[in-house]
């Protein structure tokens, strides 16, 4: 079975460069040289870390290197240039992510701030308020962490129950608790979906708030994930504070933000992130031949299966930017581009949580153990200092079970497909 083809490991940068004029080309070798100049000497360490289960993973570092990407201007790439991005079309931003992945370089600190609250304040923000926070994700001096779930609310975020109400001192004063509220530890401020109507039910009533963190009435608790790293929070609101000014959209109006924010959720980053996964599973198809288990029919299998599959991947991803490329025009209908974010999530997030269970199974009985060495910087930095250090491959399994949850479930999205896009009926709802 040895000589089942696993090639084609190269990935290519896809139909988007070879359709495109030189100038994308030159696009291309710029990002790809830059990366290669500077990806070195004190960086040189970061590459491939800080990926899912690894958050923890040289945070400082990866820090100082978001800036150093800022500092040349490589982040907010697709920002009209007025708000500090380069303006870059939609190809010039899926090669910036290939090439980033294919450099493994590591994971981004200012994801939430980045892709989806600078976004949203450029298509839903006052002029002051993109005057003010912009900058600081352009240049990463600010980080931001994404008030949604709450114990209560997740799947159904208009179940939310955090309130505010703007008070005589003329501040919004915000109480309740968010929960799953990733790099709140690290983050300064928070985005928060909110109640400022009382009375008020499901999507009306809600406000779309900014609420510095750093403040006596905030508290953020980390919650231990099965990894034994802490990539996510509990964020109590207990009369915590913001400006008049800081509620994006109109008061009550919120839903129609946070939805819209969502939207950039699913990004063109999810190409470059298919290259992240190429190299997953190139590696553990390296493992399978190293110890033999690539001789087993139901391994070699399993392998060409993911292989296909993340070729299929690939090809919907295109095909869903070929859509968006060409909006509403040919064969691409309303109905179909609503559930294709859907299609495009469903399929990686089940592709990754397989591949951590192959990984698995490829490790054989050496998974159920920890490994003999500790990477400097690896060490958790929980509470936990008992807590065994994981492998790559076990962080793998462990963290890749939560990709078939946030983002929205894969039950939530069959839900989308089935009645947006297959037009069945809808679920009975209160
Ligand atoms: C790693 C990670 C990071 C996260 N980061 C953030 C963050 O930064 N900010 C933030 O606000 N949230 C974050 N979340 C939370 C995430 O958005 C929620 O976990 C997700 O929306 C699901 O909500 P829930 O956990 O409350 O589960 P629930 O909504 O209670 O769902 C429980 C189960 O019921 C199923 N279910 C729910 N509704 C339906 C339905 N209508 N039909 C069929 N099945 C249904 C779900 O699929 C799931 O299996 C994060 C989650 C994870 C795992």
Known sequence: ????????????????????????????????EWLAQNLVGEFALLKGRGGPGSEHEFFAERLAWDRHLAASGWTCLGWPTRYGGRGATLEQRIIFHQEYARA?????????????????????????????????IVDVTELWAQGYSEPGAGSDLAAVSTTARLADDGRWHVNGQ?????????????????????????????SFLIVPLDQS????????????????????????????????????????????LLQFERGVSTLGQQVGFARELDA???????????????????????????RAMRANAQRTLDGD???????WGAAAAAGAASVAK????????????????????????GPTETVEGRRNEIADPEHVELDEWQRLFLFTRADTIYGGSNEVQRNIIAERVLGLPREARE
Do not use: C, Y
């Not at 079975?1 to 290519?12: C, F, Y």
């Not at 139901?298 to 392998?303: H, K, Q, V, Y």
């Open 284 to 310: 553990v198809t390296e493992m399978a031949r190293a110890n033999g288990t690539l001789d087993d029919p139901e391994i070699a299998t399993r392998l060409v299966r993911a292989r296909i599959r993340l």
């Open 1 to 32: 079975m040895t000589s089942i083809n696993l090639a084609d490991r190269t990935v290519d940068l896809g139909e988007w460069a070879r359709r495109t004029p030189d100038a994308t080309f030159e696009f291309t070798r710029a990002v790809r």
């Open 104 to 136: 493994n370089a590591p994971a981004r600190v200012n994801h939430l701030g980045e892709e989806l609250l600078g976004p949203t304040l450029i298509e839903f923000g006052t002029e002051e308020q993109k005057q003010r926070f912009l900058p600081g």
């Open 178 to 206: 968010k929960i799953w509220t990733s790099l709140a530890h690290v983050a300064q401020w928070v985005f928060v979906v909110a109640r400022s109507e009382p009375g008020s039910s499901r999507h009306t009533g809600l």
């Open 325 to 331: 490329a060409a909006s509403s025009g040919g064969t």
């Open 346 to 369: 469903l399929l990686w997030a089940n592709w990754h949580r397989d591949l951590g269970e192959l990984a698995m199974a490829v490790a054989g009985p050496a998974s159920l153990i």
């Open 217 to 260: 009435g905030v508290t953020v608790r980390p919650i231990q994930q099965l990894t034994g790293t802490s990539e996510f929070n509990e964020v109590f609101f207990d009369d915590a504070t913001t400006e008049a000014d800081l509620i994006v959209g109109a008061p009550g109006e919120g839903w129609a933000v946070a939805m819209g």
